[in-house]
């Protein structure tokens, strides 16, 4: 009797790359989703904080203050991994799309920066010099991130490789966080945020869909 090892075909991928597939595109969803949330949660608590909005942790305080910037800036690691793993699986062909998908990364780190720094100046003014060196990370790294998504997403909808809605998904998370950087001055800015959550989660749900479904019919 002979006996046969069983081999992966086409259409079951081994677990390695079942993995690879599979955890990048949901670590950007979980990301994207618990940094909506907070956010959203964060704009309903502003009106009841006790603290001044002059305040680097406003509107939380305390220990409050640490376990949210614990909480966002572990998520902000989450979609760092996953934006790492977008630029390198090959829907950006052009010199212009891998430098934008680089950017993007570059711009996400800043942001895991900025949350390391808000642990450490929670309850600094936003004038001390901690305060001014995270405002600024965040404002750099969302201009970093916004361009670099918008380049790779650019070239991710030109290059086909990915198909249907998901070749919009990265150009329109881009988009969107460009639109994003005047609303978060405004009224506005729960909406934004909860569309911007959105907007991570299709990317996440795009990168999953066409790594584990349709890349190894490919």
């Not at 949901?26 to 989703?33: H, K």
Request: some cysteine; aromatic content about 6%.
């Amino acid at each position: 009797m002979t006996t046969q090892s069983a081999q992966p075909t086409a259409l079951t991928p081994p677990l390695r790359d079942l993995g690879s597939a599979l955890v990048p595109g949901l670590l950007v969803i979980i990301a994207g989703a618990v940094q909506g949330d907070g956010a959203l949660i964060s704009a309903a608590y502003r009106n009841a904080s006790p603290i001044s909005d002059e305040q680097l942790s406003y509107p939380w305080s305390g220990a409050t203050a640490i376990t949210t910037s614990l909480i966002w800036g572990t998520t902000q690691v989450l979609f760092v991994v996953g934006l790492v793993a977008f630029a390198r699986c090959g829907a950006t062909r052009s010199k212009s799309g891998r430098v934008g998908g680089r950017l993007a990364v570059l711009g996400a780190l800043l942001y895991v920066v900025a949350h390391a720094l808000s642990l450490v100046g929670y309850d600094a003014a936003l004038s001390d010099p901690i305060g001014v060196a995270v405002v600024s990370c965040f404002g750099v790294g969302t201009l970093l991130t916004a361009v670099g998504l918008v380049m790779a997403g650019t070239s991710t909808l030109r290059s086909g490789v990915w198909s249907s809605w998901r070749r919009y998904a990265p150009l329109a998370l881009g988009v969107w966080m460009v639109a994003m950087m005047p609303l978060q001055f405004t009224p506005a800015l729960p909406v934004a945020v909860g569309i911007y959550a959105l907007a991570a989660v299709a990317l996440g749900l795009a990168m999953i869909i066409e790594g584990l479904v349709l890349e190894p019919l490919r």
